[in-house]
């Protein structure tokens, strides 16, 4: 039997129609509205389009937006962000819209900022996380992310209780290994990504 596994066999193009494609790239200006609008659904107004505005801007800081690809009118679903500050990485952002996570999409917007940290030559990476949010946290800790410190009452929403932030470190950013583990992540998140139905250019 021969097997057919190139472009424009029909098993190819099956494949397709199965595949939902997204594009990751710096958000440009023209979609800082998007970008505001999901920041509202994830994280109830974080930041204003000037804040963005101002991410889009600055040289010191990479503002990353994923966005669907195959559509008329294309959908924001995520948004990554971090600032370097010296030998740093501070990642001030990374949100999934709830309607797609739990598929792979946040594993590559964090994927995406640690390789342009460590693009930048920056030594390691920092953030804070809510002490209740355990998903995100096991996130952190599967790209080798460690608890350090502990921030009382950081996070207080008008109505809510005060809530603790753990501060979570990633070092090593410019040793061999860590470029190595990229490489690793990179492909499971693919291979993820693929089961869930999904393709990101570039990748």
């Not at 009118?73 to 971090?82: F, T």
């Not at 990485?89 to 952002?93: G, M, R, Y």
């Not at 009452?153 to 008008?158: D, K, L, V, W």
């Given at each position: 039997m021969i097997q057919c596994t190139v472009e424009g066999c029909p098993s190819f193009f099956h494949f397709l129609s199965f595949v939902n494609f997204l594009v990751l790239q710096p958000l440009p200006a023209e979609q800082i509205a998007a970008?505001?609008?999901?920041?509202?659904?994830?994280?109830g107004g974080l930041w204003t389009e000037n804040g963005y505005q101002r991410e889009v801007d600055s040289p010191?800081?990479?503002l990353l937006g994923l966005v669907t690809a195959d559509s008329t009118?294309?959908?924001?679903?995520?948004?990554?962000?971090?600032w370097a500050i010296l030998e740093e990485?501070?990642?001030?952002?990374l949100a999934v819209d709830p309607?797609?996570?739990?598929?792979?999409?946040?594993?590559?917007?964090?994927?995406a900022l640690l390789r342009a940290a460590a693009g930048r030559g920056l030594e390691w990476a920092t953030l804070e996380v809510r002490l209740s949010n355990q998903a995100a946290i096991a996130l952190y800790q599967k790209f080798g992310f460690e608890r350090v410190g502990q921030r009382r009452?950081?996070?207080?929403?008008?109505g809510e209780p005060a809530e603790d932030a753990l501060i979570l470190w990633r070092k090593g950013l410019r040793r061999p290994e860590f470029q190595a583990?990229?490489?690793q992540w990179q492909q499971q998140i693919q291979q993820q990504l693929r089961r869930s139905g999904w393709q990101i250019e570039p990748f």
């Open positions: 970008a505001v609008a999901l920041d509202q659904r994830c994280l010191n800081s990479d009118e294309p959908q924001m679903i995520g948004l990554a962000c971090l990485a501070h990642i001030t952002l309607a797609y996570r739990g598929q792979g999409l946040g594993q590559a917007l964090l994927w009452g950081y996070y207080q929403n008008q583990s990229l490489t």
